[in-house]
Structures are given as structure tokens and as C-alpha cells.
């Protein structure tokens, strides 16, 4: 899973939002790391919706301009979840890894 | 917000539109990575299926053939407004640095812009498709009565590379002629090969010491030149545009046959996309051979020369024909079988 996508699905997983919302509350999350671009956010949406992993919950009319929400599928919540333990696994091999540099064992050498 | 609904065109009709301009003036930053992420993405959107890597793959080929297409037709339609071949003191300044002191004669190899050398009826074209006797028209000429030249060749090539370069040609390439030794694949030479050009004019022509009658008089040597027309800077011009615009025309269709039949009923989706398919198939091979020479010929030459990659689309030859009926039956069986179901992304909700 991309960083973006990643991101997306994180912002969704709370409750539905708009493309701009998305935009806003990615940049929240990720402490301003990740700035959305508009055309990514909604090429990233189009597939996710694809894919089942997100949903189009419903549509509310602003300033005359029709303003969609999104929502996290269960699937989507699923693979998020898949995700989410996938790189809390690589985060504790590599903190493990850094212990054992810090308390001075010998260093393995390439394989 | 008329730059964003500009910019926005690149995404195909529909709601999608006013949800990204909502979404792009409530950010505010319309930068220039905002604008080319809108273009690319606007593009892609235009092909649907959005979680397919295929129909991108697809589109791009199509692209190209279509691109080929629009070069090739572009570059044969500006060809007709290339200068004729130069005329009375302009020609016999050409015929005299190449042969001077001598009576020449020359003449156009046909009247028209090309040489069907097999003159087939518009009936045998279609039955068998051309075959590859084509050629753009050149003005041959040499000396009268036969084109024999007294002296040796050697030194008459030596100074007729110097009368061209004299007379403002830039002699591109001077190299020996004759048969080969098949067993050593060694040089038997017995003539020279010259190469020149000016402004929008090359120039090719052979001394020789073999010929295929016994007429030639002793201490001669065979001498022929060809004049060609080279295309000048807008032909060049007009086959770059003809292929972005041929690219671009041929994205747009890949993008409405594919979002056409993206839910459509099985049988025009199955029929619509073998049609695409096996017209890629037949035309495929000509553009890739038409678009590396189109590419790798003026490379290779260090000039741009007679645009001979296109004259098998636009003469005809190859799967040109069969090409574009599969392609008309496909935009004619998704135009009328397939029709689009509601896009749960794309269309409001009901």
C-alpha cells in the first residue's frame, strides 16, 4: 500500500469526509508530512472505490456545487488494519535492531 | 475558478468536475504542481477503470498509432507545398558544378510527388494492397549520350566534392563503390558515391567503371546524378503537431470506448474490445516500424530527410485498410450496442 492511500484510508477510518476534508485531516494526521494534491486525492479515491475499499456515503449540496463524502468500507477497514500491523511489525524489527546496536553487540556483516 | 474550469476539461463530463472545484477552491493554491497533477490525473480519468493498469497500457498504444497516423497524413499533406524543383538557370547551375563542360540531360523521374513504379489499379490495390515500389519523385540527370565521362574517376570526385562545397553544398558523405568478395566480404572498388546538400536539395550521384553495356568508350567512366527534395522546416513542424493531435484524438477514443463499455451488457463489451484488439494487432507492427524510422532515420542521417515512414500509411500499404474498418466496426458496435450503467463514482447519487 502507497503512503497516500495509506493516509486516505487512515482519514476515512473515524468518519466519512469530502475531498477536502480528506485533504485536511491527512495533513493533520501525518503532523503536515503529507500534502494531498487534488487530482492524486481523487485518482487515489476512484481506484479505492474500484477496489472496494472505500464507498461513496452521500452528497450534500454547497454554495450550489455538489460536495460528495466518502466512507471507509469494512474491507477497506480491514486492509487498513492488515496495514497498519504490517508496519508496526517493520517499526519493532527495526527497533529491536537499534537496541542491539545500542547496547553494543557485535554488528552481523552483509549476508 | 475559469483556470480551474479550464484545467478541469481534462476530466471527462460529469459531476466529478464541480466536486474538484469545490475541493480546489476551498484549498486555494493553484500551483503549478496542482495544475500538472490535475492534467495527469484528468487524462487518466478520461480512460475509467480506475484500478486498471491495462487499459492505460492500452491507450498508449493506441496513442501511438493514432500519433503515427496523424504525422504520416500531416507530413503528405504539407508535402504538396514543398517548392517544385529548381527550373532554368537555377537547375543548370546544379547540373553544371556537377558536370562541368559537359551537354547535360535530365528529367523528372514523374510528374506528380511520387513514383508508383508498379502502377497498380485503385481495384488491385485494395485486392492485394501496394507493394513497396514507391518512391517520392527525383530529378535525374547526367552527361548527354549516355553519361560517360572521359578521365579517371578518382580525381573527377575529388574535384566535384570541391565544386559543391565551392558552390555552397555541404558534401556529407564521399565513400567508395563496387562489387564485394564474398569470400573476404573485402571491397572491389571500381567507382566513388557522393552525398550533398543545400538548403532544402540533395544531391547523390555514382562514377563508375562498370556498366552494363559494351558502348562505354575507353578511359571513361559512368557518371548519374539524382536530385531530391528534402522537407523543410514545416514539414517537420506539421508532422510533430499531426502526431501530438493524432495522440491526443486517439487517448479520447481508447477513453470513451473503455468508459462506454465499463459496465456495459457482456456482448458489446466483448465484441466492442475484440474489434479494438485485433485492430491494435494488424496495425500495430507498421506504427512501431513507421515511428522508429520516423525517429532513428533523421538521426542517423543528421538531417531531416523525405519522410518515407509514413508513405506505407499513406499509400496504403500493410493493414492500413483493414486497420481502420476494425476500428470503425468498434466505435460503431460500442456507439450503438453499448450503453453506459449509472457510475456509483462518477454520477449523483439516486
Request: aromatic share 10%; net charge neutral.
Amino acid at each position: 500500500m502507497r503512503e497516500p492511500t495509506f493516509w486516505i484510508l487512515t482519514a476515512l477510518a473515524e468518519q466519512a469526509r469530502h475531498g477536502y476534508g480528506v485533504i485536511q485531516e491527512v495533513a493533520r494526521l501525518s503532523e503536515g508530512q503529507v500534502t494531498l494534491l487534488a487530482g492524486t486525492l481523487y485518482a487515489a479515491l476512484d481506484r479505492l472505490t474500484a477496489e472496494g475499499l472505500v464507498a461513496v456515503d452521500h452528497d450534500e449540496v454547497v454554495d450550489g456545487r455538489t460536495r460528495r463524502y466518502y466512507r471507509l468500507t469494512d474491507y477497506g477497514a480491514l486492509a487498513l488494519a492488515a496495514e497498519s500491523e504490517r508496519l508496526q511489525r517493520n517499526a519493532q524489527t527495526a527497533t529491536t535492531q537499534l537496541r542491539g546496536r545500542l547496547s553494543g553487540r557485535p554488528e552481523l556483516g552483509p549476508a | 475558478m475559469r483556470r480551474y474550469r479550464l484545467l478541469l476539461r481534462a476530466y471527462p463530463p460529469g459531476p466529478r468536475r464541480e466536486e474538484l472545484l469545490d475541493t480546489l477552491l476551498a484549498v486555494g493554491r493553484p500551483s503549478v504542481a496542482e495544475n500538472l497533477d490535475l492534467l495527469r490525473h484528468g487524462l487518466r480519468a478520461r480512460l475509467g477503470r480506475p484500478a486498471s493498469r491495462w487499459v492505460t497500457v492500452v491507450a498508449v498504444l493506441v496513442a501511438l498509432t493514432t500519433g503515427y497516423a496523424g504525422a504520416a497524413l500531416a507530413a503528405r499533406a504539407t508535402w504538396n507545398a514543398v517548392p517544385d524543383f529548381p527550373s532554368g538557370a537555377a537547375m543548370a547551375e546544379i547540373t553544371g558544378t556537377v558536370f562541368p563542360g559537359l551537354p547535360v540531360e535530365g528529367d523528372r523521374s514523374d510528374d506528380g510527388l511520387f513514383l508508383d513504379i508498379s502502377e497498380q489499379s485503385f481495384a488491385g490495390q485494395l485486392a492485394s494492397g501496394r507493394n513497396e515500389d514507391f518512391q517520392y519523385v527525383t530529378y535525374d540527370f547526367g552527361p548527354a549520350g549516355g553519361n560517360y565521362v572521359a578521365g579517371r574517376y578518382r580525381p573527377w570526385t575529388d574535384a566535384a566534392a570541391a565544386r559543391l562545397e565551392a558552390a555552397g553544398w555541404t558534401v556529407r558523405d564521399v565513400s567508395p563503390t563496387g562489387n564485394t568478395w564474398i569470400a573476404t566480404g573485402e571491397l572491389d572498388e571500381s567507382g566513388r558515391g557522393i552525398w550533398a546538400i543545400r538548403d532544402d536539395l540533395s544531391i547523390e550521384f555514382e562514377a563508375s567503371t562498370i556498366t552494363n553495356t559494351d558502348r562505354m568508350p575507353a578511359g571513361s567512366f559512368y557518371a548519374s546524378a539524382t536530385l531530391m527534395r528534402l522537407p523543410p522546416w514545416y514539414v517537420t513542424a506539421a508532422a510533430a503537431a499531426g502526431m501530438l493531435l493524432g495522440a491526443f484524438l486517439g487517448w479520447l477514443l481508447t477513453g470513451w470506448v473503455s468508459r462506454r463499455t465499463e459496465r456495459s451488457a457482456t456482448a458489446p463489451r466483448v465484441a466492442g474490445h475484440t474489434l479494438a484488439a485485433l485492430a491494435l494487432l494488424v496495425t500495430l507492427p507498421q506504427t512501431l516500424f513507421g515511428v522508429f524510422a520516423m525517429v532513428v532515420e533523421p538521426l542517423r542521417l543528421g538531417t531531416p530527410f523525405q519522410p518515407f515512414w509514413g508513405m506505407s500509411l499513406t499509400y496504403g500499404y500493410g493493414c492500413v485498410l483493414l486497420g481502420l474498418l476494425l476500428s470503425l466496426l468498434c466505435v460503431a458496435t460500442v456507439a450503438f450496442g453499448a450503453r453506459p450503467a449509472t457510475d456509483p463514482v462518477t454520477e449523483p447519487i439516486s
